[in-house]
């Protein structure tokens, strides 16, 4: 089934796709995520970010020639239902509406807390209030914003690495690789830390959205992860350094720490602006990601249709921006949910999968399935190497999703 409806305006190259991959990814992941990764795989917390890094890299080769193929807005969604039938399609639509809404919930409220922590919620509805107004005006104005918002993160985190390789606290000797917290530990750690990896996918879903998106889009994905990869290696050695798998782990806000424990406490306050800083951009990107998932299922009549409007002006989804918009102010107003970071990370690895195993299907020689056989196995054991917690939410969210897509499917053929 191909969706219909007004079609998007083609403004991004790639130097913006690439920006906003980064804007996805360099978040306040890196501010927030080493640390329990790090109590989770003790010394193993390198292996456990190189484990991460090549699901990423297959989901992100399966992900870029997908969407080379079908340059559409809704990511996996699209590729799914073209590749492997309309129920997949859905499922992946759903797995990633409902985390990724979380997500924005909980970034929204990183910002909160470390602007004004007595008033975190007020804060956070604020700020998800001011970048769906900034997404309203155009995809163009939010990779303007993204790339300052980078910038300004690069900077904070090129300036944590310096100052604790540069420290006479800094200790080779706290990078020794083993793997204290057990391969169980190792893989959570990777699951964990996959979730910082995971915005490549808002490239994808702004595939409807990208010039000449059968050349850019293989050319932005691999670059932004690459990027990624490099700046959260440099991070995490620095870190680890000072503080060791111990000390990060029992850290609350790693990086200020860090910094600390190097003999420059002043800089701590630029972390955690920086911090605030990134938590923004990976909000500005997920509602971003969101909202044109929310296009393609409307168009496909999987949500209220009215979400198919296209704004005759500013070219974007506004009605689903709106909708997203709204609900993720209610949510950070109202409910604590970084608890939910990990059925977000189940969530985004079972959208994976079906990415991976839309990839399969575009090419029958050994060689060409390799990349998605990898990534899809590897995203199965990183889901269930989360908390039992997180993969039971997440197992019965996604079981209410399928539900619901039963009930509709019955309806329709009564």
Same mark, same amino acid.
């Given at each position: 089934m191909t969706s219909t409806g007004p079609e998007l305006r083609r403004t991004l190259g790639v130097t913006d796709a690439v920006v906003v991959g980064l804007g996805s990814m360099i978040g306040a992941g890196v501010f927030a995520a080493l640390a329990p990764a790090a109590r %989770?795989?003790?010394?193993?917390?390198?292996?456990?970010?190189?484990?991460?890094?090549?699901?990423?890299?297959?989901?992100?080769?399966?992900?870029?020639r997908l969407a080379a193929r079908y340059p559409a807005s809704g990511g996996t969604y699209v590729y799914g239902r073209e590749r492997l039938g309309e129920f997949w399609g859905y499922l992946?639509?759903?797995?990633?509406?409902?985390?990724?809404?979380?997500?924005?919930?909980?970034?929204?409220?990183?910002?909160?807390?470390?602007?004004?922590p007595g008033q975190a919620n007020a804060v956070a509805v604020a700020a998800v209030v001011a970048l769906t107004a900034v997404n309203y005006g155009g995809v163009q104005k939010s990779a303007r914003l993204t790339r300052v918002i980078v910038a300004v993160v690069l900077a904070v985190l090129a300036a944590v690495v310096v100052v604790c390789l540069g420290s006479a606290e800094s200790d080779a000797g706290r990078l020794d690789v083993g793997v204290s917290g057990g391969v169980g530990g190792v893989l959570q750690a990777g699951g964990l830390l996959f979730f910082a990896f995971a915005g490549y996918a808002r490239i994808a879903t702004l595939g409807e959205e990208v010039r000449d998106p059968e050349r850019t889009i293989p050319r932005a994905v691999p670059l932004a992860l690459g990027i990624t990869l490099v700046v959260y290696a440099c991070v995490a050695v620095a870190v680890l350094s000072v503080l060791g798998s111990g000390g990060l782990g029992n850290a609350t806000a790693p990086l200020a720490d860090a910094v600390r424990a190097a003999g420059v406490p002043e800089l701590a306050p630029v972390v955690r602006v920086g911090a605030a800083v990134a938590a923004l951009g990976s909000l500005l990107a997920l509602i971003l990601g969101v909202s044109r998932t929310t296009l393609a299922m409307a168009r496909d009549r999987h949500l209220p249709a009215?979400?198919?409007?296209?704004?005759?002006?500013?070219?974007?989804?506004?009605? %689903?921006?709106?909708?997203?918009?709204?609900?993720?102010?209610?949510?950070?107003?109202?409910?604590?949910?970084?608890g939910a970071?990990?059925?977000?990370?189940?969530?985004?690895?079972?959208?994976?999968?079906?990415?991976?195993?839309? %990839?399969?299907?575009?090419?029958?020689?050994?060689?060409?399935?390799?990349?998605? %056989?990898?990534?899809?196995?590897?995203?199965?054991?990183?889901?269930?190497?989360?908390?039992?917690?997180?993969?039971?939410?997440?197992?019965?969210?996604?079981?209410?999703?399928?539900a619901a897509y039963g009930v509709r499917r019955w309806r329709g053929r009564r």
């Open positions: %989770a795989a003790g010394s193993g917390l390198l292996l456990g970010l190189a484990v991460a890094a090549v699901v990423a890299y297959c989901n992100a080769s399966s992900s870029a992946a639509g759903w797995s990633f509406v409902v985390g990724k809404t979380a997500s924005c919930a909980a970034m929204a409220l990183t910002v909160g807390a470390y602007v004004w009215p979400l198919a409007a296209v704004h005759p002006r500013f070219q974007v989804p506004h009605r %689903a921006e709106l909708a997203v918009g709204a609900v993720v102010a209610v949510l950070a107003a109202t409910v604590d949910v970084r970071i990990g059925f977000s990370s189940f969530g985004v690895l079972a959208y994976y999968a079906v990415a991976n195993a839309s %990839a399969w299907t575009l090419d029958r020689a050994p060689v060409a399935r390799l990349t998605p %056989a990898v990534g899809l196995v590897g995203c199965a054991v990183l889901a269930f190497a989360l908390p039992v917690t997180s993969v039971a939410v997440g197992a019965g969210v996604l079981a209410v999703g399928a």
